[in-house]
Nanobody, 115 residues
């Protein structure tokens, strides 16, 4: 059974940094597409970044150069380093795993960026 648990959200001023973590169980990284999504109030959930099983990393344009995806296979954990945060980055951030076409989601962690 796949379980994803996010942590690391919080309140930060514009220009600051946060690192989100997602501890995954029941996931085989080499066979899974892992990623981060976010949902701002009143908006649809959107993709932030994902990594394909082939190792290609895809970022949405608005975070390129500011956010960095990484993972620690030994800890079965993926990370999202967020630098130079902007108020428009405020959202609930969700860890996502796509395993053999089935989607799994964490519970989400709130990120609030004040101006």
């Amino acid at each position: 059974q796949v379980q994803l648990v996010e942590s690391g959200g919080g309140l930060v001023q514009a220009g600051g940094s946060l690192r989100l973590s997602c501890a995954a169980s029941g996931v085989i990284f080499s066979r899974s597409r892992m990623g981060w999504y976010r949902q701002a109030p009143g908006k649809q959930r959107e993709m932030v970044v994902y990594v394909t099983t082939a190792g290609a990393t895809v970022y949405t344009d608005s975070v390129k150069g500011r956010f960095t995806f990484s993972r620690d296979n030994a800890k079965n954990t993926v990370y999202l380093q967020m630098d130079n945060l902007k108020p428009e980055d405020t959202a609930v951030y969700y860890c996502n795993c796509n395993l053999f076409g089935r989607e799994y989601w964490g519970q989400g962690t709130q990120v609030t960026v004040s101006s």
